[in-house]
T-cell receptor, first 114, second 114 residues
Framework: ETGVTQTPRHLVMGMTNKKSLKCEQHLGHNAMYWYKQSAKKPLELMFVYSLEERVENNSVPSRFSPECPNSSHLFLHLHTLQPEDSALYLC?????????????FGPGTRLTVT | QQQVKQSPQSLIVQKGGIPIINCAYENTAFDYFPWYQQFPGKGPALLIAIRPDVSEKKEGRFTISFNKSAKQFSLHIMDSQPGDSATYFCAARRSGAGSYQLTFGKGTKLSVIP
């Protein structure tokens, strides 16, 4: 595997379910990100981790809970979501969070909340 | 408040045409302006980027024009091909603290017809 991988690629869940999204980067980077991509809206940064410590939260609802056990893996735990949370969730990584390093994106998880 | 305004929302050109996508920003602290290309089922990928000390940058068939006084920048695709059909996002970033924070436009869906 190369680059940034995400699983699952598609997920349908009810509002009472609990599920998790997984991201893995194979680039040796130290920073990882979660973005939300909704139709006709700019990409929204949700969470940033640097060396496994959360740097920024951006006031995301608590029904989204990130976890970064090491610099290569990032999870997004989902519970009691709302239909408006349906979107493409993108993971990205970069070498560091300072210095303006390029962010490399994964293919995303298409989430549908019913 | 949207800090990077992108237009048009969608664009259809014939093969060989020169699609132009425009972006305008408000924050004068931005000093790095990348363009991302996203194909269906893929994450965004960096295409080309410019800093405000130059007015134009070319990479292959892709050109960024930058107007610092007007706080506008645009992407031109020369001799467009059907394989260029994708969604294009402009973005902006400032240096220093928080330099990982990319502010994206809403995207332009480009279709190049044979």
């Amino acid at each position: 595997e190369t680059g940034v991988t995400q699983t699952p690629r598609h997920l349908v869940m009810g509002m009472t379910n609990k599920k998790s999204l997984k991201c893995e980067q194979h680039l040796g980077h130290n920073a990882m990100y979660w973005y939300k991509q909704s139709a006709k809206k700019p990409l929204e940064l949700m969470f940033v981790y640097s060396l496994e410590e959360r740097v920024e939260n951006n006031s995301v609802p608590s029904r989204f809970s990130p976890e970064c056990p090491n610099s290569s893996h990032l999870f997004l735990h989902l519970h009691t979501l709302q239909p408006e949370d349906s979107a493409l969730y993108l993971c990205a990584s970069s070498q560091e969070i300072v210095g303006g390093y390029e962010q490399y994106f994964g293919p995303g998880t298409r989430l549908t909340v019913t | 408040q949207q800090q990077v305004k992108q237009s048009p929302q969608s664009l259809i050109v014939q093969k060989g045409g020169i699609p132009i996508i425009n972006c305008a920003y408000e924050n004068t602290a931005f000093d790095y302006f990348p363009w991302y290309q996203q194909f269906p089922g893929k994450g965004p990928a960096l295409l080309i980027a410019i800093r405000p000390d130059v007015s134009e940058k070319k990479e292959g068939r892709f050109t960024i024009s930058f107007n610092k006084s007007a706080k506008q920048f645009s992407l031109h695709i020369m001799d467009s091909q059907p394989g260029d059909s994708a969604t294009y996002f402009c973005a902006a970033r400032r240096s220093g603290a928080g330099s990982y924070q990319l502010t994206f436009g809403k995207g332009t869906k480009l279709s190049v017809i044979p």
